[in-house]
């Protein structure tokens, strides 16, 4: 029982540390103060759990845990962690701080559900399964992101357009205005990209802990770099002012082609992918 809560704290450590980067995300790109505390919050929590799981450790072993690749990677996590709580509370360096916690999150994940960590716990295959579990539901959670900035998107040319021929109707005063719906359609995105960059590390530290073999140039893979790549290019060009209006309204819609291209497509052409 005793390694099956410490196996689920150190899950709920993943799991709130990828909440985290969303959050921090989010803010990193449209600096909202409620946001940034909640991003800071969540983080402080994982540091706290991490600094526990630490004490205990060099209690139980009677020295500092470092002697190991396996006790380093710990240590290197919450080193990163420390550092951007530091450059969090001081020195007010969103950018570092950001980032700072992606490397983080990867060696915390590595450290979690590292093959080493598998083979020593006796609920080793539950491990494996529950890593696929948040995986997938991380996935899932970035598409349903992208498909509210497609719904969006379509709402907003459907308001433009109605504006545009000044044909009014009954139902126009229940559609949002074109400011919500921008606004909407980015949220979804900053949604999104974290949450499909979270769902990408988790699934390749699956893969690597679970699969005997198994090709990075898997076609759901590159599928969904693919679609990081796509999300994130309409991201960079609408905040640097080339995507406005109705091409960026466009864009988003033609993303999401992408997104079911890779969710049924992908997964079909995959050699591991075959639970769908």
Not at 142 to 149: D, G, I, P
């Amino acid at each position: 029982m005793a390694d099956m809560a410490m196996a689920r704290l150190h899950e709920l450590m993943v799991v709130l540390y990828a909440v985290s980067l969303v959050f921090y995300f989010i803010d990193y790109l449209n600096k909202d103060k409620i946001v940034h505390r909640c991003a800071f919050w969540i983080l402080f929590i994982v540091y706290l759990l991490q600094t526990t799981f630490l004490i205990m450790n060099i209690i139980e072993k009677q020295r500092f845990p470092v002697l190991t690749l396996f006790e380093g990677i710990y240590f290197y996590a919450w080193l990163l962690i420390t550092v951007s709580i530091i450059l969090h509370l001081f020195y007010k360096i969103g950018h570092a701080v950001f980032f700072l916690n992606v490397i983080g999150f990867i060696f915390m994940t590595i450290h979690t559900f590292a093959p080493t960590q598998i083979e020593q716990s006796p609920i080793g295959e539950a491990l494996i399964s529950e890593l696929l579990i948040i995986h997938i539901t991380f996935a899932i959670l970035s598409y349903a992101a992208f498909a509210l900035s497609f719904v969006f998107s379509i709402l907003y040319l459907l308001v433009y357009k109605i504006l545009k021929k000044k044909k009014w109707s009954k139902q126009f005063g229940r559609l949002p205005s074109l400011h919500q719906t921008t606004i909407s359609t980015k949220v979804a995105i900053y949604t999104g990209i974290p949450l499909l960059l979270v769902s990408l590390i988790l699934g390749m530290q699956w893969a690597h802990v679970a699969l005997q073999e198994w090709s990075f140039f898997d076609m759901k893979i590159i599928g969904s770099f693919f679609l990081l790549a796509v999300y994130s290019s309409v991201l960079f060009f609408m905040r640097s002012g080339k995507l406005t209006g109705n091409d960026f309204a466009w864009a988003n819609v033609f993303a999401f082609l992408f997104v079911i291209i890779n969710f049924f497509l992908g997964s079909r052409l995959s050699e591991f992918h075959f639970w769908i």
